[in-house]
């Protein structure tokens, strides 16, 4: 079973339509969790970063962590053919590890006109 | 514009050549990293420098030689590659663990550097 698991889709939805992106985990020591976006052939963007259990909103995304259910997702508002990409999760422990994020596989996310 | 710069954009070379990629960031971070990435699918760690020491390794082959010459510059040397090692290279950096501050690995990518191998 791998540690961090994400569907990698592909997901196509229409311009205006809230996007739901989603990760389950399996080590309860993770503490840090972050949202990736990744344009074709370029590298991974920071888009949003949470610690605790609970929401984070910016702009038209919001974070959601749910730590008793190792669960965590993204959401994107009125969704526009600029978001698409690929989404991948990320999440981290706070052991001393420096830079040893583990990702998801990535959502392909496609939002048509 | 992302703050980790990465040169070359593109890279084409044969087995024997000798390359290097190269990193450059200037938001004061103090850990940087070289990730590597194939089609569709995640990055994967390769390299950690922490205040210019290499703190992790990921057991890279030997054909990939990391150097970090100062806290603001990061290269990768390349000798002697495999048509399998054709990929995005990525160089990221964060802010790095140390006294008074505390590293929760947020990673800042740069635009990477294609590398393909001939």
């Known amino acids: 079973q791998k540690e961090v698991e994400q569907d990698p889709g592909p997901l196509s939805v229409p311009e205006g339509a809230i996007v739901s992106l989603n990760c389950t985990y399996s080590?309860?020591?993770?503490?840090?969790f972050m949202w990736y976006r990744q344009y074709s052939r370029k590298g991974p963007e920071l888009l949003m970063y949470t610690y605790s259990s609970g929401n984070k909103e910016d702009g038209r995304f919001t974070a959601q962590v749910d730590k008793s259910s190792k669960y965590i997702s993204l959401f994107i508002r009125d969704s526009q053919p600029s978001d698409s990409a690929t989404y991948l999760c990320?999440?981290?422990?706070?052991?001393?590890?420096?830079?040893?994020?583990?990702f998801g596989q990535g959502t392909t996310l496609q939002v048509k006109p | 514009d992302t703050e980790v710069t990465q040169t070359p954009k593109h890279l084409v070379m044969g087995m024997t050549n000798k390359k290097s990629l190269k990193c450059e960031q200037h938001m004061g971070h103090r850990a940087m990293y070289w990730y590597k990435q194939k089609a569709k699918k995640p990055p994967e760690l390769m390299f950690v420098?922490?205040?210019?020491?290499?703190?992790i390794n990921e057991s890279v082959p030997s054909r990939f030689s990391p150097e970090c010459p100062n806290s603001s510059l990061l290269n990768l040397h390349l000798h002697a590659l495999q048509p399998e090692d054709s990929a995005l290279y990525l160089c990221?950096?964060?802010?790095?663990?140390?006294?008074?501050?505390?590293?929760?690995?947020?990673?800042?990518f740069g635009e990477g550097s294609r590398l393909t191998v001939l």
């Open positions: 080590n309860s020591a993770f503490q840090y």
């Open positions: 990221a950096s964060s802010q790095g663990r140390g006294l008074g501050t505390y590293d929760t690995g947020e990673l800042f």
């Open positions: 990320a999440m981290t422990v706070d052991s001393g590890n420096t830079g040893k994020l583990i």
């Open positions: 420098y922490s205040y210019e020491k290499l703190s």
